[in-house]
């Protein structure tokens, strides 16, 4: 089952500085506050003894885990975004920058022709 199915199937709920929030509701949070929201998950995961093999996890144990990965998925994804997001900018930076001297080169050759030679690419 995927895990945010899970999640809203148990109506998950993370406490964070804003309050509650629902699953959906993480989205909005600065990826500083979810990794936040994650190390303090990880954290508690850790503290509640879930590291053996030898002992069954509890419900609480699992629900810590699923509301980890949840946050590390959402953060990870809101991180692949804006990376993402950032090489757009810079590719469609390059093209304008592109563009701008395509049109530049035009221009010089325009400049080199005689008035009467202009007159008779008019359209």
């Not at 945010?4 to 993370?14: G, L, T």
């Not at 990826?31 to 053996?52: C, F, I, P, R």
């Amino acid at each position: 089952m995927s895990i945010y199915k899970e999640a809203s199937r148990k109506r998950i709920r993370f406490e964070t500085k804003r309050g509650a929030l629902t699953v959906e509701q993480l989205w909005n949070l600065a990826e500083s506050e979810l990794d936040s929201l994650a190390v303090e998950l990880n954290k508690q995961y850790k503290e509640s003894g879930s590291e053996s093999f030898l002992t069954e996890t509890t419900d609480g144990d699992k629900v810590l885990k699923l509301k980890f990965d949840v946050v590390l998925d959402v953060l990870r994804t809101k991180v692949d975004m804006a990376k993402a997001a950032q090489v757009k900018r810079e590719a469609d930076e390059h093209n304008r920058r592109i563009d701008e001297l395509i049109v530049r080169k035009k221009n010089q050759e325009f400049e080199g022709l005689s008035i009467e030679e202009l007159e008779k690419m008019r359209r």
